[in-house]
């Protein structure tokens, strides 16, 4: 579970563009190495591995109220003994969604993680 999530401002931009019928569906998953918390000015991850991005499977959950949660899930396979502490969701271009730090998680060349990546559309107070 990641300790540190954030949807940055360019993730907005993604979700605005997506209401309006333009743009690609942020549903590519990277992994990496850094450790500092997100922040709303975050367009990449901070230390990406080198793994290619993967295409995940989106779908649509509810949450709290019907269809407010988007869901991506993913897996990325280890090329090499690395310890794994961010996440990201990036559309086709490349452009950042959503950044999660949480406790490394140590691997070994081979070994993977499944991803579940959610946002959730939030009512305001």
Same mark, same amino acid.
């Given at each position: 579970?990641?300790?540190?999530? #954030?949807? +940055?401002?360019? *993730? ?10 333009? *743009? ?20 990449? =991850? ?6 290619? #991005? ?7 959950? +509810? ?12 897996? =990325? ?11 990201? =969701? ?5 452009? =950042? ?6 406790? *490394? ?21």
């Amino acid at each position: 579970m990641a300790t540190v999530v #954030k949807v +940055t401002a360019t *993730g907005r931009g993604i979700a605005s563009n997506r209401i309006k019928g333009t *743009g690609t569906e942020p549903k590519n998953i990277g992994w990496g190495t850094g450790t500092t918390a997100p922040v709303d000015g975050d367009t990449a =991850l901070e230390t990406p591995a080198a793994e290619s #991005k993967v295409v995940g499977t989106s779908s649509v959950q +509810t949450t709290t109220t019907a269809d407010d949660t988007y869901r991506v899930v993913g897996t =990325l396979t280890s090329a090499s003994t690395q310890t794994i502490s961010e996440a990201g =969701l990036f559309n086709d271009a490349d452009t =950042l969604f959503t950044r999660g730090t949480f406790t *490394g998680i140590s691997l070994d060349n081979g070994d993977s993680i499944q991803f579940t990546i959610e946002a959730q559309a939030v009512a305001p107070a």
